[in-house]
Structures are given as C-alpha cells and as structure tokens.
C-alpha cells in the first residue's frame, strides 16, 4: 500500500525558542535561594541573640569556637598552632580581611578572649562577633 503523504518543504528556524532557557534561568535561581541561607550558617554553632547592625559586604573570614572548644577556621577544625599559622597568613596575603567570630552561646566567655588575644598578637584589627538578630534579654 502507498503512502499519500507529501513532502513539504522544510525551511530553517532562525530563531531560538527562549522557554526552556528561561525555566533553567528561574530553577538555578530558586536552588540558590534556598541553599545560600545553608551555606552561610557553616557549621552548626548556638549564636547568642543581640540586636546589632548587619555587616556591609566586606572581605570576611569566619573563625568558629563551638561549644565543645573547637575552633575552626572557615569551616576546618584547627589546632591552636594551625590557627596562628593561617591568621598570620591571613594577615600578609589579605590586610584588609574582616574576622567574623562565631562562638556558641554555651561556651565560657574565656575562650573567646583567647581567641581574640591570639588575633591581636597577630594583627589582626578587624573583628566582628557574629549573633542571632532577636531580643538581647538576660536574667539580671
């Protein structure tokens, strides 16, 4: 049996057909705005609650003492000599860097002294403790 279908002629589309670009575009962008709030947390840290100002955009770093003592540096546990090794690298290769101190609410005040005494013996000017934004109320 023939077939009586007829052969037309098949011209070319100059034109790109923008949907499927435009659906790629807004699932990229929803995926970054539910993962960026993730990645900015970091490491799981119980931060105090205080009202303060949000910090510009800047060249930051953050260092994390969480409430068993254990500081990290940008998300990599480090040892007490590590730390000063990477702050003093910090502070030849990027001066201007901004610290970003995150301690757990739990943790004795002393270690955070610590850690911003070794921050000052090695240049470090610039430092910012990181807190929950809500109400600052103690028990007095």
Same mark, same amino acid.
């Given at each position: 049996m023939a077939r009586k279908t007829t052969l037309q002629?098949?011209?070319? /589309?100059g034109e790109i057909n923008l949907t499927p670009l435009m659906d =790629? #575009?807004?699932i990229l =962008?929803?995926? %970054?705005? /539910?993962? %960026?709030p *993730? *990645?900015?947390s970091g490491l799981p840290v119980s931060l105090p609650k205080a009202q303060g100002t949000p910090i510009e955009d800047q060249? #930051?770093?953050?260092i994390t003492v969480n409430v068993d003592g254990k500081w990290f540096f940008d998300k990599r546990e480090v040892t007490r000599d590590q730390f /000063?090794?990477? /702050?003093t690298y910090l502070k030849e290769s990027r001066p201007d860097a901004v610290v970003l101190l995150r301690g757990d609410e739990g943790l004795p005040y002393g270690k955070l002294i610590e850690?911003?005494?070794?921050l000052k013996e090695n240049g470090i000017q610039k430092i910012s403790l990181v807190t929950q934004t809500g109400?600052?109320?103690?028990?007095a």
């Open positions: 002629n098949t011209q070319i /589309i =790629l #575009t807004f =962008l929803i995926t %970054f705005i /539910i993962t %960026f *993730l *990645l900015e060249d #930051t770093v953050a /000063i090794s990477e /702050i850690i911003m005494q070794v109400d600052a109320s103690g028990g």
